[in-house]
């Protein structure tokens, strides 16, 4: 994938505590990883309201459901993330 250089502002602090976490030459990749998981929460919550609107509210039992779909996805992230960040795989 081609890259381009961007001039972004972020809080000083928070970008220096990633910096510290990730090192120097992990920082870009971190927050390109941050923006694509952003994008991908964002296009799920658009998928939603559309579902929302073409069928309705959700039930109690579809809620429920969608919660534990999320956390899968979230051990799957943090999986993924450790895996990356620890260079090894994920049990």
Known sequence: MATKKYTVTLP???AEEIRSEVGPGAF???VTHAIER???HDRL???VAWMQ?????????????AASEMRDI???FEE??????GGATAA
Do not use: D, H, V
């Not at 609107?53 to 459901?65: C, I, N």
């Open 12 to 14: 000083e602090e928070l």
């Open 28 to 30: 870009s990749a971190y």
């Open 38 to 40: 952003q994008r991908e």
């Open 45 to 47: 919550g658009e998928l």
């Open 53 to 65: 609107e073409k069928s309705g509210p959700l039930t109690e039992e579809e809620q429920a459901a």
């Open 74 to 76: 979230e051990r799957w």
């Open 80 to 85: 993924r993330e450790s895996g990356a960040q």
